[in-house]
């Protein structure tokens, strides 16, 4: 820490942007809007809590997927090399491209995989079906709403344009769609071998995919575990 007037500033700052998103002024719709635009964020740190305790290969997988869709948007961005609207109101940006919207491409990927994960992969063991499809439409529907809002709010605040959301839509969706194939197909059968290995057993990394409803399972079988435990506890009491 430099002393009382010796201090020796740098020609110039620069911004860490990672959470830095700008809205009008005395704009409430934009402050929603912009808080809403960091859901990407949110997603991140939520698979990499997910990652941390249940150590599941197919949320790895995921993860992974939503990393090379990202991948591919940089790609995309320095390809075509189209700017931002407006020319460029924003300073703190990653880039001053803007076509694919990286944002709107995130938020389609995780949505349209989501969706398909519930519709496709996860299956209800138990009889209560009515519940079980009802809550899936309702998350499918909160996922699709939020990638739109987030898709929305990138225009409102004058992020991208409507073609640059859209297009960054599309991308992300069929990059979902191909990453679940993907999944489903190549990496799911091999999940059973790299789970056997010794490092995988060291970090206790699971796989998961033969069970149709990880939920359901983890919530009968430590129901069960915490019955047998209590039975055996309330014995040793007599």
């Given at each position: ?110 949505s349209v995989y989501s ?8 299956h209800q063991t138990n ?112």
């Amino acid at each position: 820490m430099a002393a009382d007037g010796q201090c020796s500033l740098p020609a110039s700052w620069r911004p860490v942007t990672l959470t830095h998103v700008e809205y009008p002024a005395g704009d409430l719709s934009g402050h929603l809007l912009a808080y809403l635009s960091l859901s990407p964020i949110f997603v991140v740190v939520g698979f990499l809590t997910l990652i941390i305790f249940k150590r599941e290969l197919h949320t790895i997988s995921f993860l992974g997927g939503l990393a090379l869709n990202q991948g591919v948007n940089w790609l995309i961005k320095h390809v075509i090399q189209e700017p931002r609207p407006c020319g460029g109101p924003h300073t703190a940006v990653g880039t001053k491209y803007g076509m694919p919207s990286s944002h709107s491409q995130f938020m389609w990927f995780f949505s349209v995989y989501s969706f398909l994960f519930l519709y496709l992969r996860m299956h209800q063991t138990n009889n209560a079906r009515f519940l079980d499809l009802l809550w899936r439409h309702v998350l499918s529907l909160g996922l699709l709403t939020a990638a739109f809002l987030v898709s929305y709010s990138r225009v409102y605040l004058l992020y991208h344009t409507w073609s640059q959301v859209f297009y960054g839509g599309v991308a992300g969706s069929l990059m979902a769609v191909a990453w679940f194939i993907i999944t489903q197909e190549i990496l799911t059968p091999l999940f059973p071998r790299i789970a056997a290995w010794p490092i995988s057993e060291f970090f206790l990394i699971r796989d998961t995919s033969l069970i149709p409803n990880v939920l359901w399972f983890e919530y009968t079988v430590t129901r069960a575990e915490a019955r047998n435990r209590q039975r055996k506890l309330g014995t040793k009491l007599q």
